[in-house]
């Protein structure tokens, strides 16, 4: 059974930075798209960031700049360095990776205090 563990979320304030995390356990492939989600209640999911197999990567237009996805490809693993926080970036944010499936984490919690 594949699964994905978040870690790294927390409070902070307004202008810090903060580095999540997604480790894989359980899979004998690897994804050829790993992503970052996030969701705030009431909302629908959305995409954050997303890098593929190669390298080639893909952000949302309020975080363009700001956040920065990598991925240690063959590993699933992933990472997504956030600086320049803002209150709005406040989500709980969920790792994804994709290889004929999807697969989700059960998200991390972000809070940022203005």
């Known amino acids: 059974q594949v699964q994905l563990v978040e870690s790294g979320g927390g409070l902070v304030q307004a202008g810090e930075s903060l580095t999540l995390s997604c480790a894989e356990y359980g899979a004998i492939f690897s994804f050829e798209d790993m992503a970052w989600y996030r969701q705030v209640p009431g909302k629908q999911r959305e995409l954050v960031a997303i890098i593929t197999s190669s390298g080639r990567t893909n952000y949302a237009a309020p975080v363009k700049g700001r956040f920065t996805i990598s991925r240690d490809y063959p590993k699933n693993t992933a990472t997504l360095q956030m600086n320049g926080l803002k209150p709005e970036d406040t989500a709980l944010y969920y790792c994804?990776?994709?290889?004929?499936?999807?697969?989700w984490g059960q998200g991390t919690q972000v809070t940022v205090s203005s």
């Open positions: 994804w990776g994709h290889y004929v499936n999807e697969y």
